[in-house]
């Protein structure tokens, strides 16, 4: 039988581990620019090939990868396509939200000019 001191303290770390994978399942949107555990991110090429073949024009793939990457879980290590894919998705939507802006301000200025004539 365990103590409930030392109960308590792992569920306690357990939350934490928990918690931790919420965040880093949040983040993997975008580039990132710091990995949840401090470590800094670097662009890291695979050393194998993508395609089998003599004439393989990519010869790795490329990562956005944690320094301190281990296989657990709570670091990054995304695949630079899909992290460019969402930044240019979120790109598109802050400029169709601007240029929704704009148009509203035209109509504004418009509207104002047509009061003082």
């Known amino acids: 039988m365990?103590?409930?001191?030392?109960?308590y303290n792992h569920i306690?770390?357990?939350?934490?581990?928990?918690?931790?994978?919420?965040?880093?399942?949040?983040?993997?949107?975008g580039?990132?620019?710091?990995?949840?555990?401090?470590?800094?991110?670097?662009?890291?090429?695979?050393?194998?090939?993508?395609?089998?073949?003599?004439?393989?024009t990519l010869p790795g793939r490329k990562y956005f990868t944690c320094d301190n990457f281990e296989d657990d879980g709570l670091h990054f290590r995304q695949p630079w396509v899909f992290v460019i894919q969402d930044e240019v998705k979120s790109l598109l939507t802050r400029v169709d939200e601007m240029v929704a802006e704009i148009a509203e301000l035209k109509d504004e200025v418009k509207s104002s000019s047509m009061f003082e004539s």
């Open 12 to 29: 306690k770390e357990l939350k934490k581990y928990n918690n931790m994978l919420r965040c880093i399942a949040d983040a993997h949107y």
């Open 2 to 7: 365990t103590h409930p001191h030392e109960e």
């Open 31 to 56: 580039i990132p620019t710091r990995c949840p555990c401090g470590g800094r991110i670097v662009d890291e090429v695979s050393p194998g090939k993508k395609f089998p073949g003599k004439f393989d």
